[in-house]
């Protein structure tokens, strides 16, 4: 009974800790689809505020790869709701326009893109992931990774509008400039923070190879972009637009690339989280199986031995029959036909062996 309970127990354990990481592995496979929709976003968002005419190929498509793992993953991670506010906005975004009634439609529409991967997060339990290093990634990848890159492009946005303005607002902007900058390196420190506690937390010797130097170009890039502000915080104004747009696009390749890799490791960890329970689960059947044919072998012994002692006993049954008369035989060797046997018949006494006990009793005279 007891292995029964201990075999009950683990197999309810398991199967909870599958149930986790599968929910896990489906939130990874819905930020997945998530981070190319946030760089075509930010990409349309800075054309717009530059001037530009954004193109809505580049859009649409990321749109229609979020919609299809939306139809397939809405049921278990509860983004119905978020995911067709956000939808909806994306398709009322305007492609052109003044740069206040841009930055303000792309800003609204980042919001609720953070806002769905924060659902995405909290309904996956991505953020509850029990092992340190994993749990660290997902904190890089769901939300230090994707807020950096919407800072970036509020950043870069920033700077690059400041020569069109008089200089009463390039007063203002250098304040907006200098906050945008912060939010962006305190989220490329984080971030950095992040990989570094998965890397020294790990048990995985290839971690480290296939983050440390994605993070590096992507630090990289940060430290590109972040000087550029000096200018305008300094009140002389003078920012390189070209410049400042290269450095975003090299931000956003490097920040894209680096997401990948952080998802595809998270991914990773969870799938040989989910072997490894799987080899468990078969292990407990296994010892199961065998205590419970331990538990069989007494009872086998016992009757095989009972087998045995029956089977070298002699049969039980009535004995040897004697007959009653025993056939007689004449001198001559024929049979006389049948007799008492000798031990049934009455011992004969001799008349003179009676008389004389009476007289010997008695006293008689001879």
Same mark, same amino acid.
């Given at each position: 009974?007891?292995v029964?309970?201990?075999f009950?127990?683990v197999?309810?354990?398991?199967?909870?800790?599958?149930?986790?990481?599968t929910?896990?592995?489906? !939130?990874?496979r819905y930020?997945?689809?998530?981070?190319?929709?946030? *760089?075509?976003l930010?990409n349309?968002?800075?054309i717009?505020? =530059?001037?530009g005419?954004?193109?809505p190929?580049?859009?649409a498509?990321?749109?229609?790869?979020v919609?299809?793992?939306?139809?397939?993953l809405?049921?278990?991670?509860g983004t119905?709701?978020?995911?067709e506010?956000?939808?909806a906005?994306?398709?009322s975004?305007?492609?052109?326009? =003044?740069?206040?009634?841009?930055?303000?439609?792309? !800003?609204?529409?980042?919001?609720?893109?953070?806002?769905?991967i924060?659902?995405v /997060?909290?309904n996956?339990?991505?953020?509850?992931?029990?092992?340190?290093?994993t749990y660290y990634?997902?904190?890089?990848?769901?939300?230090?990774?994707?807020?950096?890159i919407i800072a970036?492009?509020r950043?870069?946005n920033?700077l690059a509008?400041?020569?069109g303005l008089?200089a009463?607002?390039?007063?203002?902007?250098?304040?907006?400039i200098?906050?945008a900058g912060?939010?962006?390196a305190g =989220?490329a420190?984080?971030?950095?923070?992040?990989?570094?506690?998965?890397?020294?937390?790990?048990?995985?010797?290839d971690?480290?190879s296939?983050?440390?130097?994605?993070?590096?170009?992507?630090n /990289?890039?940060?430290d590109?972009?972040?000087?550029l502000m000096s200018?305008?915080?300094a009140g002389k104004?003078?920012? =390189?637009?070209?410049?400042t747009?290269?450095a975003?696009?090299?931000m956003?390749?490097?920040?894209?690339?680096?997401s990948?890799?952080?998802?595809?490791?998270?991914?990773?960890?969870?799938?040989?989280?989910?072997?490894?329970?799987?080899?468990? /689960?078969l292990l407990a059947?296994? *010892?199961?199986?065998?205590?419970?044919?331990?538990a069989l072998?007494p009872?086998?012994?016992a009757l095989a031995?009972?087998?045995?002692r029956d089977?070298?006993?002699?049969?039980q049954?009535p004995?040897p029959q004697?007959?009653e008369?025993?056939?007689?035989?004449?001198?001559a060797?024929?049979?006389?036909?049948?007799?008492?046997a000798?031990?049934h018949?009455?011992?004969?006494q001799?008349?003179?062996?009676?008389?004389?006990?009476?007289?010997?009793?008695f006293?008689?005279?001879?």
């Open positions: 009974m007891s029964a309970v201990l009950s127990m197999l309810q354990s398991t199967e909870e800790q599958s149930s986790f990481a929910l896990e592995r489906a !939130g990874v930020i997945q689809a998530l981070g190319p929709l946030e *760089i075509a930010t349309a968002e800075s717009a505020a =530059n001037g005419a954004a193109k190929e580049a859009l498509q990321a749109v229609s790869v919609a299809l793992a939306d139809s397939g809405r049921d278990q991670l119905q709701d978020r995911w506010g956000l939808r906005k994306i398709e975004l305007p492609v052109s326009g =003044n740069d206040a009634a841009v930055t303000a439609a792309y !800003g609204s529409a980042n919001d609720l893109l953070l806002a769905l924060e659902r /997060r909290n996956s339990k991505l953020i509850r992931d029990p092992v340190a290093d990634l997902e904190d890089g990848a769901a939300q230090e990774l994707p807020e950096a970036a492009s950043y870069t920033l509008g400041v020569p008089s009463a607002d390039r007063a203002k902007a250098a304040v907006d200098n906050a912060s939010d962006l =989220n420190r984080d971030l950095s923070d992040d990989v570094r506690l998965a890397v020294e937390g790990s048990d995985s010797k971690l480290g296939a983050l440390l130097s994605k993070l590096d170009r992507f /990289r890039s940060i590109t972009l972040l000087p200018p305008v915080l104004g003078g920012v =390189n637009a070209d410049r747009i290269a975003r696009d090299e956003q390749v490097a920040a894209a690339d680096l990948a890799a952080l998802l595809s490791q998270i991914d990773i960890a969870l799938r040989d989280r989910l072997s490894s329970l799987s080899q468990r /689960r059947v296994g *010892i199961l199986v065998v205590s419970v044919l331990l072998v009872a086998g012994m031995a009972r087998r045995r089977s070298r006993r002699p049969p049954g004995g004697v007959p008369y025993l056939p007689v035989t004449t001198a060797g024929s049979p006389a036909g049948p007799a008492r000798p031990w018949e009455p011992r004969p001799h008349p003179s062996d009676a008389e004389h006990s009476r007289r010997e009793r006293g008689v005279p001879q």
